[in-house]
Nanobody, 127 residues
Framework: QEQLEESGGGLVQAGGSLRLSCVGS????????LAWFRQTPGKDREFVAA????????FYSDFVQGRFTIARDNAQNTVWLQMNNLRPEDTAVYHC????????????????????WGQGTQVTVST
């Protein structure tokens, strides 16, 4: 079973940057698209970005377009989310999750379609 571990969160000031990492344990990591999500207490989890299995296609939510970049290195079983020009409203717990179907990519992933989540990594942006 694939296990995903998020890391890289922290406390930054508005306008700063962070790079989050999502590391997978499965041998078939490179066959699957990965997506980032975020959740603030009291709000629904929301889609942030997605990247196809080989990294050739990327998709972003409107609220991070132009500020965040998703990338991957399958040799390291890692997907990154580079977050620049951070805003206080970016404060959330960030999670990654895997498309259940190999060699498939969607421009949007509905968070409620996923039944399992890891612990995530906390991002806090101060004013």
């Amino acid at each position: 079973q694939e296990q995903l571990e998020e890391s890289g969160g922290g406390l930054v000031q508005a306008g700063g940057s962070l790079r989050l990492s999502c590391v997978g344990s499965g041998r078939a990591f490179g066959n699957y698209s990965l997506a980032w999500f975020r959740q603030t207490p009291g709000k629904d989890r929301e889609f942030v970005a997605a990247i196809s299995w080989a990294g050739g296609s990327t998709f972003y939510s409107d609220f991070v377009q132009g500020r965040f970049t998703i990338a991957r290195d399958n040799a390291q079983n890692t997907v990154w989310l580079q977050m620049n020009n951070l805003r206080p409203e970016d404060t959330a717990v960030y999670h990654c999750n895997r498309d259940p179907d190999p060699h498939h990519i969607s421009s949007y992933y509905e968070p409620t379609n996923f039944s399992s989540w890891g612990q995530g990594t906390q991002v806090t942006v101060s004013t």
